[in-house]
């Protein structure tokens, strides 16, 4: 009876111990599991807050990225009042003035791109509409005069950077051939007249429409070439010793 009863104690003691046992592990993974889950809680909200901050970062760089850049467009479009100022510019600040004249029109993705082995573009972008653009500018002396030849390096642009669209912008006057070259192959040509028109407020969109016109008929040619033409310079006599 005895025995019987030390066995039963003994049953009962290991189902306790098993049980505490049972307990004590329960309570461990219950315990080691919060504090895994914590830390994965805080490496989520260090992710998050770390991406937030990268995000808020680069959004912060690219608005003052875009409010210099168009700082610089007001400063470039407002120094350059009339033609005869345009005339004095360099290439560079040339093709910079025709990019700004592009983005007031709303293009956009518009960047300057001339540099030697630029395939002959000088401005890239996209068109209101959303076509692609590469435009070629040329900034000359008004006397002077675009020919065929210039317009041709246009077309191999056009096909190298995939352009819809082709433009070529000058601040001199184009030959009647040279017109006629841009008309059929699809180019836009802006001459001095039509740059002026553009460069005074009319939207590119309005002056692409009057595209291989602009240029008045031959009185008004003539006209062009006496006021632009450079002037010869007369000899004065010398002066008779006496």
Not at 32 to 60: D, E, M, N, P, Q
Not at 72 to 88: G, I, K, M, P, Y
Request: glycine fraction near 10%; aromatic fraction near 6%; charge should be positive.
């Amino acid at each position: 009876m005895t025995k019987r009863r030390g066995k039963a104690r003994r049953r009962q003691q290991r189902r306790r111990a098993t049980i505490f046992a049972a307990a004590v592990a329960l309570v461990t993974v219950a315990v080691l599991g919060a504090k895994i889950w914590l830390v994965l809680l805080i490496v989520a909200l260090a992710s998050g807050f770390g991406t937030a901050g990268w995000w808020g970062w680069r959004t912060h760089r690219a608005l003052r990225e875009k409010d210099r850049r168009w700082r610089e467009e007001q400063r470039v479009l407002e120094n350059h009042h009339s033609l005869a100022e345009v005339d004095t510019l360099p290439g560079e600040a040339f093709e910079q003035l025709v990019a700004a004249l592009c983005r007031r029109d709303g293009c956009t993705e518009v960047e300057r791109v001339g540099r030697t082995g630029d395939d002959g573009a000088d401005v890239i972008g996209r068109l209101p509409d959303g076509r692609t653009m590469v435009i070629q500018c040329k900034r000359y002396a008004p006397h002077r005069a675009i020919g065929s030849p210039d317009m041709r390096g246009l077309l191999g642009s056009r096909t190298h950077f995939g352009a819809d669209v082709a433009l070529f912008v000058t601040t001199a006057r184009i030959t009647r051939k040279a017109e006629e070259f841009a008309v059929t192959n699809g180019i836009i040509a802006l001459h001095r007249d039509l740059f002026a028109s553009w460069h005074s407020g009319a939207p590119l969109t309005s002056i692409a429409q009057v595209n291989g016109s602009g240029q008045g008929n031959r009185q008004h040619q003539q006209r062009w070439k006496g006021t632009y033409s450079p002037r010869k310079r007369t000899r004065r006599p010398r002066p008779r010793d006496t």
